[in-house]
């Protein structure tokens, strides 16, 4: 390494006050970060990863929040060395964006829904790189195509609700790449995306970092995601770094109990587990803040494992039943924006001529890119969406003919988990209020008091407890959301959920927990599950069967295991080799490959 870093953070800290105290986000936080370098930073959703990035760029500027401590040194393009929480704010604007970038972890809250993608990434190279409006489009269509986006040009001059969370994220990328920055930081950008998009952010990443001599700073809480692509990793809990060092000693022979439990969390591509180990089941916080390590027989999944024929047999037991929900070539079409004298009529099949049967008791995942159809299909299937084409039927009856009530009644035993809780969640109802709604509606129980208690029963289930009736949904993490998401989508008493996307913006540990816990109600109260996901990972360890989706289309079905183990289709296989392993000899390969580009003697 240089012996002068880019940036060199030390003894950073960051506070916020509340009416609960004062809160150390960030703690005594130091390292540094070279030419050329890519750091990780990892840990759970709250142990300070975002807010120290945010720090860095000096964007911590509320009421409540506050830098207390620390200095930030960075060698400036224009400036020399600075400590960028002593530089005027005039000064901070010209390196924002510019010399140091960010990607931020969610695009849609990130991108202006008032102006077009293509204005917002030309804005950045017109303030900064001093192009006309003809030069800063032409480099945008260039980033577009960079990142990988379909139809660069109808997405120059789309809004950012009219492409999906993959795309948004894309454009955002693009966004920050535009003026090659010396450090780049990116905050969680893959957690929304597919794993061939992932594979490709990742790619275009290291290739910034190579032909630039970029350096980048790679928030996430995922460890199997930065194995390939980081130099180094520090591991933050609850404020401060735990353990840090490069990548391959940490995972092949992480010291610290936090570091193992996320090590452990991540669904490993082994079929038949059918339980995962969480954080807790390595530590533990005594109320002084100690952390006590477990010893390892606490955490033998040995138990857990479910023997291979019975999972067979029950498989076997089930294709003899009827099924509960079938699709006969459903078909979901939207028309295209056309310009005002045009008399054709364009459409985008979102969903083309699909076709299966989901069992009784059974889990049948539903994987695909981003844009492939799932949550359309998902959506059609509840009548979210009216079907263009094709039958819906669920328990006999076809759910795509009924309106009105009859349709609400099907729905009361036809149940969604949606990919953002917060979003799916009234800000200004209790969770209480948000579980007992659809009782109401529905008139399931004679009295309030009796829906109440049922209410209590499911914050139980879902390990929430009975004081948080009354809380409102932004006093909850993103897990508990989720949990709460889950108990309302139960307050029925469904025979079938559909899941989407339920945990792809989760944490690893909390995604364990979650996943642990659907896998449970499924065992206590045979529910069927329709899993929409784009983590075949997650997919493999949830799934009895899994269905394959490409372009509005089902391309390949059949047991996980056999998807998993002999792919037909070409996508499948393409699926399948994106995703991150977190093997030691994938990543000794790797940091070879990285220290062979450092050396220039690696063809781009």
């Given amino acids: ?233 520090l591991v933050m809990y609850k404020g401060r770094i735990v353990e840090q060092g490069p990548i391959l000693q940490v995972f092949s022979n992480p010291q610290h109990a936090y570091t193992k439990g996320l090590l452990a969390c991540r669904p490993a591509l082994s079929f038949g587990k059918k339980w995962l180990p969480t954080v807790a089941d390595f530590m533990q916080v005594e109320p002084s803040g100690t952390i006590i390590e477990k010893p390892i027989s606490l955490v033998d999944n040995s138990t857990k494992i479910v023997n291979q024929e019975l999972i067979e047999a029950s498989k076997n037991e089930k294709l003899i039943n009827t099924p509960l929900l079938i699709a006969e070539n459903v078909e979901v079409y939207f028309p295209v924006r056309k310009p005002l004298f045009s008399r054709s009529q364009e459409v985008i099949k979102a969903v083309d001529g699909v076709s299966f049967e989901i069992y009784p008791g059974e889990t049948v995942a539903l994987v695909g890119e981003s844009g492939c159809g799932k949550t359309t299909l998902g959506r059609a299937i509840l009548k979210m969406i009216k079907p263009t084409n094709g039958k ?11 309106t009105g009530k009859e349709l609400r009644q099907e729905r009361k035993k036809l149940q969604m988990i949606f990919q953002d809780p917060y979003a799916s969640l009234n800000p200004m109802h209790t969770i209480g209020e948000a579980i007992l709604e659809p009782m109401r509606v529905h008139n399931v129980y004679n009295t309030e008091a009796e829906r109440k208690e049922r209410v209590l029963e499911l914050l139980h289930t879902v390990n929430l407890s009975a004081e948080h009736f009354s809380r409102y949904p932004h006093e909850f993490s993103g897990g508990q959301r989720q949990r709460i998401s889950i108990a309302r989508a139960l307050a029925l008493q469904p025979q079938c959920i559909i899941c989407d996307e339920s945990v792809s913006a989760l944490d690893v540990s909390v995604q364990a927990q979650v996943l642990n816990l659907l896998n449970k109600l499924k065992e206590d109260f045979g529910i069927t599950y329709l899993f929409i996901t784009h983590d075949l990972a997650v997919a493999r360890f949830m799934a009895d069967r899994i269905f394959v989706m490409s372009q509005g289309k089902i391309v390949e079905s059949g047991p996980a295991e056999q998807i998993y183990s002999n792919p037909q289709h070409e996508y499948t296989r393409t699926l399948i080799q994106a995703i991150p392993t977190g093997d030691i000899k994938d990543i000794v390969a790797a940091q070879q490959k990285r220290a062979l580009q450092k050396a220039g003697k690696a063809q781009l």
């Fill in 1 to 233: 390494m240089p012996e002068t870093p880019l940036l060199q953070i030390n003894h950073l800290q960051t506070n916020f006050n509340s009416h609960r105290g004062s809160v150390k986000a960030v703690d005594d936080v130091s390292f540094q970060l070279f030419p050329g370098e890519t750091i990780a930073i990892v840990g759970e959703s709250g142990s300070g990863k975002s807010v120290t990035a945010l720090s860095i760029l000096r964007l911590i500027n509320t009421p409540t929040g506050k830098i207390s401590a620390g200095e930030i040194i960075y060698q400036s393009r224009q400036f020399g060395t600075v400590n960028l929480l002593e530089l005027p704010e005039k000064q901070i604007q010209k390196i924002r964006g510019n010399e140091i970038s960010m990607i931020f972890q969610e695009p849609m809250t990130s991108l202006n829904p008032v102006y077009t993608c293509g204005f917002q990434v030309r804005e950045v190279l017109e303030l900064h790189k001093g192009l006309s409006k003809k030069q800063a489009t032409e480099r945008t269509l260039e980033l577009f195509e960079l990142v990988k986006l379909p139809r660069s040009n109808k997405i120059l001059n789309a809004y950012p609700h009219e492409i999906s969370g993959g795309q948004k994220q894309r454009v955002m990328i693009a966004m920050a790449m535009a003026c090659n920055p010396a450090v780049l930081i990116a905050d969680e950008p893959t957690t929304a995306l597919d794993v061939t998009v992932q594979n490709q952010v990742l790619k275009l990443l290291n290739d910034l970092r190579v032909q630039h001599q970029t350096s980048i700073l790679f928030i996430t809480h995922d460890l199997g995601v930065v194995a390939e692509i980081a130099d180094r990793v």
């Fill in 392 to 402: 819906i039927i669920f328990n006999k009856v076809n759910i795509a003919s009924l």
